[in-house]
């Protein structure tokens, strides 16, 4: 990642506020909803000010398992669903794919869809026939990909957008500069948001994620639990509940191939790298930069004790249940420093006040 010391200092992390002395807890919505007004309470009304008759463009920079989802799901949960939306692109391929493959009446809709907005150097035939059988040594043009997103965007009421997964590659970021007005966002502003994370953090993070099976908001059994856990009696294991409002505690599940770790994807981290790198050295558009961890040696003068990532715990007590427990949780950075990383919501303090400025 470019060396952005200078344009982004480090006090950017800073969440310490004169005044501001309790506890919260995190992992519980309600005092996370009395944390952010504690600590960022004038840049929300900022923000919900501008959302009042404004919306904007959000894309997200982020290696895997960086938390761009969990800085989504915080958003919507501050500002509210009706004036942010996540658009994963990944999901929104995965959801037509098997929309398409199941219901001849889906595949028709988008046929015509398609007739209507897409604009490629393939036909929308044959782009269409890739996308069905997944052809490995055909890749699918960009062009196709914006318009399954268009179609996504087209669908639902106008709102903010944070972007998952777009740009993909090198070659898709001048398509980001024109996303806004391929989705009627025209005089929308669109911002880029970078997330700089250590790989040591991203690799535990991977080997313990899970996500919910109903409103697929991601949490990690080892580094950022929810209020409540379960005991599988089959398997010996503990597992979380989701604490979303519509999911009735569901169980959270792995996802497939992350137990590997951080190596399965280690190409994948290098373009990423790079991609980082090109975006940010653009003139005219604003940015956004996180940083998920602090050297041990200064976070105490930056940020409360309580808002440093933890490594859960769980035991059963005597009467069958499940109690979490936690202890502080100290890693190496890039650069061998020993090094604390921040709790999704300490972050997106971060991203609120540069938003604000942004915006304001």
Known sequence: MADLKNEFPIDLSRTKVPGV?????????????EYFQAKVGPEI????????????IAYWLGKKSSGKGTYSKLMMEIFGKDKIEHLSIGDITREVHKEITTDESKKQELIEYLEKHYRGFISAEEALERFINKTQDKLLPTEFILTLVKREIDRKDKKTLFIDGFPRNLDQVSYALYFRDLANYRDDADIFIGIDIPESVIDERMKSRVVCPKCNTPRSLKLFATKNAGYDENEKSFYLKCDGDECDGARM??????????ESIRERLDLDDKLIDKVFSLH??????????????????LIDDYEITPEYTYKLNDEGKVQI???PWVFQDNEGKE????QAPAATISLIRQLAKILA
């Open 21 to 33: 002395d309790k506890k919260f807890n995190l992992s519980n919505p309600e005092e996370r909803k």
């Open 45 to 56: 009304e900022v923000l919900k000010k501008y959302f009042e008759s404004n919306t904007f």
């Open 253 to 262: 599940i792995a996802k497939e191939g992350d137990s590997a770790g951080i």
């Open 284 to 301: 005219g558009v604003p940015k956004v930069l996180l940083r998920n961890s602090i050297p041990v040696d200064i976070a105490v003068d």
């Open 325 to 327: 427990g936690e202890k």
């Open 339 to 342: 090094a604390n990383s921040l």
